[in-house]
């Protein structure tokens, strides 16, 4: 591909209406997008391919959180940013997120532009 290439974003959220909504918004401009709708399908999905330019996920899921999931990221593909988004924001869960290394953590409800400049801010860093 050239190097207008679709950029290539996995998306993991347990609530079913959040990931088509946002897998919806996030191709209508123009990118890539693969979901999952826990932390162990991300995982697994990251075990076969990890050639993503950005994570997205949110805070509160079954079994495996998406700070676990993002701290288990970051340790195996530390090159990969993620971004948070959660409706219960935390002072705590922000924090432990920084530690993490998660490149920005999102309150819902979001403004689409905020979240869309977020991930291209995201993936232009991380590419140059």
Request: glycine share 4%; proline share 3%.
């Amino acid at each position: 591909m050239s190097g207008d290439s679709k950029r290539r974003i996995l998306w993991v959220d347990d609530e079913p209406t959040v990931l088509m909504m946002v897998a919806m918004l996030l191709k209508s401009h123009n990118m890539e997008v693969e979901i999952a709708d826990s932390a162990a399908e991300a995982l697994n999905i990251l075990e076969k391919d990890s050639n993503f330019d950005l994570i997205g996920t949110d805070v509160r899921m079954a079994k495996i959180d998406g700070l676990e999931m993002s701290r288990k990221i970051k340790e195996k593909y530390p090159h990969l940013p993620i971004v948070v988004l959660s409706a219960h924001a935390s002072d705590t869960a922000k924090e432990i997120a920084q530690e993490i290394g998660v490149y920005a953590y999102i309150n819902k409800p979001f403004q689409v532009d905020d979240l869309l400049s977020v991930i291209n801010d995201a993936i232009n860093m991380n590419i140059g």
